[in-house]
């Protein structure tokens, strides 16, 4: 049988950069209308998982090994063992929040993929998919901890932000 794919669908999204890669993002996901019969069913799912083709990453250039997350001070490993979008095949693959379908536009929570990314399947999660204790490398979990560190600096930043809207808006009441 043929390799043969095709987009069933596209990402709207005005999530920033941030945004996206915090799992914050809340964008749209809309199917066209050929295939919005095969929604049906999907919003009683509270989680799905979205694959996605990286059609914005460069033309791949061989390289079998990357520094995870481009962080040089971190030992190269082979593509396969990260989720680098630099691979062969540029598909990614994210489980989301599913808030809500109205007809065939779908609401997600935390895709971390671009606006006009094209979507090549969407499944439910299942409970098979998930494991306890996964083992992981050791740089994987540094590098989870320092993104969590991250979020954190950005969610108390924007906290801020709206705390110092908030005084304004008093005072100007
Ligand atoms: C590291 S990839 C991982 C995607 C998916 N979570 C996975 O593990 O397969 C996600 C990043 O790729 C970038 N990206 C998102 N959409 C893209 C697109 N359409 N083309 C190229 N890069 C994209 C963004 O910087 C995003 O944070």
């Not at 969590?148 to 709206?162: D, E, F, L, S």
Request: charged letters at 30%; aromatic letters at 6%.
């Amino acid at each position: 049988m043929p390799l043969k794919l095709r987009p069933i669908g596209h990402v709207r999204t005005s999530a920033s950069h941030e945004a996206l890669r915090h799992g914050s993002a809340v964008s749209k996901i809309v199917i066209d209308p050929m295939f919005a019969k095969g929604l049906e069913g999907l919003e009683d799912f509270s989680h799905v998982y979205v694959l996605f083709w990286l059609h914005d990453v460069p033309e791949w250039s061989n390289r079998l090994k990357v520094h995870p997350r481009g962080r040089v001070d971190i030992e190269k490993v082979g593509v396969f063992a990260t989720r680098s979008p630099h691979r062969p095949n540029p598909i990614g693959l994210t489980l989301v929040k599913l808030l809500s379908r109205r007809g065939r536009t779908l609401s997600v929570k935390g895709l971390d993929a671009y606006d006009g990314t094209p979507v090549l399947d969407i499944k439910p999660h299942d409970r098979r998919d998930r494991t306890p204790r996964p083992r992981v490398p050791r740089w994987w979990k540094e590098l989870s901890r320092e993104s969590k560190h991250a979020c954190r600096a950005t969610r108390v930043q924007i906290g801020r932000r709206t705390h110092a809207a908030g005084r304004y808006a008093s005072k100007t009441l």
